[in-house]
C-alpha cells in the first residue's frame, strides 16, 4: 500500500531560525515528489516538485531534497520568517494507476516572533 | 487573474439538501480535481478528471458526482447530504496528472 509519513507532526521555532521537516514515503512506481505550503484558510500552494533524477531543489528559502533509494525527502527552511508559518504537505506521485497521488498529513509550523 | 476559483467561499445547509460547488480555472490546464481535507487537516482526492477520463476514488459515496460543462470547469454536485460531508472542499487544476497542481482557495461546507 502506498503511503507517505511526515514529521514531525507539528513544530515550533524561533523567527529567524532554520529547521528541517521530514518526509518517508513507500510509493511505488515513483514518478514525482511535490511539497506544499498550505496557509490557514487557504489551497495548497507548490513550492516544489522533484522527479526521480533530481536529488535537490530550492525556491528562494526552501530548499528540498529527494534520496530516491531510501525514499526519504526534506524541505529545508532557512532564516525562517513569520510568513512561513502554515501546514507543509508533502505528494508522492506514482506512475499509473487510478490517480497516483498519494498526501502525507502534514507538518504544522509555527514561527514564534 | 485568479487562476483557480471556488464558489461560494462558505455553504451551510441542512442534512438532506442537494448543494453544487462551482470550480473554474483560467489556466488552460486539461486536468481538474475536487479534494476534501477534514478536520484534522488531512487532504483527500475525491476525483480526477480530464476532457478523456473521469478517476472516481472509491471511498467517494456516489452522493458525490462531478460535472464538467467544459475543459475550464468541473462542478461538484452532493446530494442528500450528511453531518459527515461537513469539510473544506478544494479545486485543483493542472496541465496533466503528473504536473504540479494549482489549488482554489476552498469552499468551507457545513451541514448541520
Known amino acids: 500500500k502506498n503511503q507517505v509519513e511526515q514529521s514531525p507532526q507539528s513544530l515550533i521555532i524561533l523567527e529567524g531560525k532554520n529547521c528541517t521537516l521530514q518526509?518517508?514515503?513507500?510509493?511505488?512506481?515513483?514518478?514525482?515528489l511535490r511539497w506544499y505550503k498550505q496557509d490557514t484558510g487557504r489551497g495548497p500552494v507548490s513550492l516544489t516538485i522533484?522527479?526521480?533524477?533530481?536529488n535537490t531543489k530550492s525556491n528562494g528559502r526552501y530548499t528540498a531534497t529527494l534520496d530516491a533509494d531510501t525514499k526519504q525527502s526534506s524541505l529545508h527552511i532557512t532564516a525562517s520568517q513569520l510568513s512561513d508559518s502554515a501546514s507543509y504537505i508533502c505528494?508522492?506521485?506514482?506512475?499509473?494507476?487510478?490517480?497516483?497521488?498519494?498526501f502525507g498529513k502534514g507538518t504544522h509550523l509555527i514561527i514564534q516572533p | 487573474d485568479t487562476a483557480v476559483s471556488q464558489t461560494p467561499k462558505y455553504l451551510v445547509t441542512q442534512m438532506g439538501n442537494d448543494k453544487s460547488i462551482k470550480c473554474e480555472q483560467n489556466?488552460?490546464?486539461?486536468?481538474m480535481y475536487w479534494y476534501k481535507q477534514d478536520s484534522k487537516k488531512f487532504l483527500k482526492i475525491m476525483f480526477s478528471?480530464?476532457?478523456?477520463?473521469?478517476?472516481i476514488n472509491e471511498t467517494v459515496p456516489n452522493r458525490f458526482s462531478p460535472k464538467s460543462p467544459d475543459k475550464a470547469h468541473l462542478n461538484l454536485h452532493i446530494n442528500s447530504l450528511e453531518l459527515g460531508d461537513s469539510a473544506v472542499y478544494f479545486c485543483?487544476?493542472?496541465?496533466?496528472?503528473?504536473?504540479?497542481?494549482?489549488f482554489g482557495p476552498g469552499t468551507r461546507l457545513t451541514v448541520t
Open positions: 485543483a487544476s493542472s496541465q496533466d496528472r503528473r504536473s504540479e497542481q494549482y
Open positions: 518526509c518517508n514515503y513507500t510509493v511505488s512506481p515513483f514518478s514525482n
Open positions: 522533484m522527479t526521480f533524477s533530481e
Open positions: 505528494v508522492v506521485s506514482a506512475m499509473g494507476g487510478a490517480d497516483g497521488l498519494t
Open positions: 489556466l488552460g490546464h486539461d486536468t
Open positions: 478528471y480530464n476532457n478523456k477520463e473521469l478517476i
